[in-house]
């Protein structure tokens, strides 16, 4: 069993930037793939980052905007948001699963394990 608890979320204009943090409690075997997914009104859930051992994954909006970064020994998985744009509004998740290798890293359901949300809002 794992819970997982997000918090760091916001409002901010254009250009600000945000951090996230979700701490995990539970079986630290059940955290090999620790990612944020994130879902605006009226869209589907999209993946954003991942962290896979020391490997990391971002969508393409993202990239060069967003870093993914983990503390194991805190149980804890980041994402620094910089640059933000409005089209960055939406929930942000954090996400978990136990299995073995980082094939569809951004699909929902490749995850057992999931936080409850933060919002994050970013005003032109």
């Known amino acids: 069993q794992l819970n997982l608890m997000e918090s760091g979320g916001g409002s901010v204009q254009a250009g600000g930037s945000l951090r996230l943090s979700c701490a995990a409690s539970g079986t630290p075997a059940m955290t090999a793939m620790?990612?944020?997914?994130?879902?605006?009104?009226?869209?589907?859930?999209?993946?954003?980052a991942a962290s896979y051992f020391r490997t990391t994954y971002y969508t393409d909006s993202v990239?060069?905007?967003?870093?993914?970064?983990r503390d194991n020994d805190k149980k804890t998985v980041y994402l620094q948001m910089?640059?933000?744009?409005?089209?960055?509004?939406?929930?942000?998740?954090?996400?978990?699963?136990?299995?073995?290798?980082?094939?569809?890293?951004?699909?929902?359901?490749r995850y057992t394990y999931w936080g409850q949300g933060t919002q994050v809002t970013v005003s032109s």
């Open 63 to 69: 990239k060069g905007r967003f870093t993914i970064s």
């Open 34 to 48: 620790m990612a944020w997914f994130r879902q605006a009104p009226g869209k589907e859930r999209e993946g954003v």
């Open 82 to 109: 910089n640059s933000l744009k409005p089209e960055d509004t939406a929930t942000y998740y954090c996400a978990a699963s136990g299995a073995l290798g980082a094939a569809n890293w951004n699909s929902p359901g």
